[in-house]
């Protein structure tokens, strides 16, 4: 399944912004699709993951409470609404899917299928 993410901007602090993750294939067979985000200079880092059988969701302490991740009724597309948004937010968005167990949904070793980021800029 490969993924594509969109919908990044400018927004100043304590802002909003939905991305999107479009899937092409079925991402159903899939175990979790997550999003990561990598700030400048850092590594890339788990956000959100979304589990395909049941919707259980699960987040960083760090977005916690103003992130949440969805997605449509077909599979198709995966969202992360981002809500009160803090310059710390500032980073390429990137969404990827895995079939580790849940135990490894923040794993980023066991997503693959990446696309192209999208890069959120939240100005202070």
């Known amino acids: 399944v490969q993924l594509q993410a969109s919908g990044g901007g400018l927004v100043q602090a304590g802002g909003s912004l939905r991305l999107s993750c479009a899937a092409s294939?079925?991402?159903?067979?899939?175990?979790?699709v997550g999003w990561f985000r990598q700030a400048p200079g850092k590594e890339r880092e788990f956000v959100a993951t979304?589990?395909?059988?049941?919707?259980?969701?699960y987040y960083a302490d760090s977005v916690k409470g103003r992130f949440t991740i969805s997605k449509d009724a077909a599979w198709t597309t995966i969202y992360l609404q981002m809500n009160s948004l803090k310059p710390d937010d500032t980073a390429v968005y990137y969404c990827?899917?895995?079939?580790?167990?849940?135990?490894?949904?923040?794993?980023?070793?066991?997503?693959?299928?990446w696309g192209q980021g999208t890069l959120v800029t939240v100005s202070s």
């Open positions: 990827a899917s895995t079939n580790g167990p849940t135990s490894s949904y923040r794993d980023i070793n066991q997503y693959n299928g």
């Open positions: 294939g079925r991402t159903r067979s899939r175990n979790a």
């Open positions: 979304i589990g395909t059988r049941g919707g259980h969701t």
